[in-house]
T-cell receptor, first 116, second 113 residues
C-alpha cells in the first residue's frame, strides 16, 4: 500500500494558463474524490468517481474545471484559463467504496496551486 | 445546509496538558461525525469517528462523544505530546452513500516541551 499520490506537489502558473493535476489512488480503491482547500478553510468537496464514472459534481466546479478517471485508475483534474481565485490546495482521496458509514477515505498530500 | 463550526486556533499547550477542541454542527437528520488530523507536510488522516448519538470515538488517546442534544463532537485528550502538534478538522457526513464530507475550518494545535 503506497498510499494516494498526487503530482505535482506545487504548481505556479500565470493567470489565464491551463493546468492539470494527477492523482494515483490506492490500487484496489474504486472510489476517488477531489477536494479543494483554501487558506484558513477546511477542505470542500469538488467531485466523486465510482470507477470511471463521475457521479457527483459540486457547484464549486465551474465550467473551467474538468476531471476524468479513464479506466477507473488514476484521475486528472484540469483547470482552464486559471484565475487568482483558483489558488488553493487540491486534495485527492480514494476509498474502497461500500456505501456504508465505515468507508474510510485516504487522502494524498495535495497539489498546491498558486495563480499569479 | 450542513455545516461544521470549530474553535479558532492556534491552541498552544505545554506537554502533558489537557486538550479540548470544540466542534458543533448543523445538519438534517443524524449525520456521522469525524475528526481528521493533518500533520505538517502530510495528507489528512482519519483520527476517529462516531456514527450515532452517544457513540464515543477514540484513537491514540483522543476521544470525542457524539452529543445530539448539543449538536457537538468535541475532541479531548488527557495529556498531549509534542508529536500531537498538527491541524485538526471536524467533519460531518450526511446521507449521501459516498464520502461527501463537510469540514470545519480546522484548529491548529501547538504543543511545546
Amino acid at each position: 500500500d503506497t498510499g494516494v499520490s498526487q503530482d505535482p506537489r506545487h504548481k505556479i502558473t500565470k493567470r489565464g494558463q491551463n493546468v492539470t493535476f494527477r492523482c494515483d489512488p490506492i490500487s484496489e480503491h474504486n472510489r476517488l474524490y477531489w477536494y479543494r482547500q483554501t487558506l484558513g478553510q477546511g477542505p470542500e468537496f469538488l467531485t466523486y468517481f465510482q470507477n470511471e464514472a463521475q457521479l457527483e459534481k459540486s457547484r464549486l466546479l465551474s465550467d473551467r474545471f474538468s476531471a476524468e478517471r479513464p479506466k477507473g485508475s488514476f484521475s486528472t483534474l484540469e483547470i482552464q484559463r486559471t484565475e487568482q481565485g483558483d489558488s488553493a490546495m487540491y486534495l485527492c482521496a480514494s476509498s474502497l467504496g461500500t456505501g456504508a458509514t465505515n468507508e474510510k477515505l485516504f487522502f494524498g498530500s495535495g497539489t498546491q496551486l498558486s495563480v499569479l | 445546509g450542513n455545516s461544521v463550526t470549530q474553535m479558532e486556533g492556534p491552541v498552544t499547550l505545554s506537554e502533558e496538558a489537557f486538550l479540548t477542541i470544540n466542534c458543533t454542527y448543523t445538519a438534517t437528520g443524524y449525520p456521522s461525525l469525524f475528526w481528521y488530523v493533518q500533520y505538517p507536510g502530510e495528507g489528512l488522516q482519519l483520527l476517529l469517528k462516531a456514527t450515532k448519538a452517544d457513540d464515543k470515538g477514540s484513537n491514540k488517546g483522543f476521544e470525542a462523544t457524539y452529543r445530539k442534544e448539543t449538536t457537538s463532537f468535541h475532541l479531548e485528550k488527557g495529556s498531549v505530546q509534542v508529536s500531537d502538534s498538527a491541524v485538526y478538522f471536524c467533519a460531518l457526513l450526511g446521507y449521501t452513500g459516498f464520502q461527501k464530507l463537510v469540514f470545519g475550518t480546522g484548529t491548529r494545535l501547538l504543543v511545546s516541551p
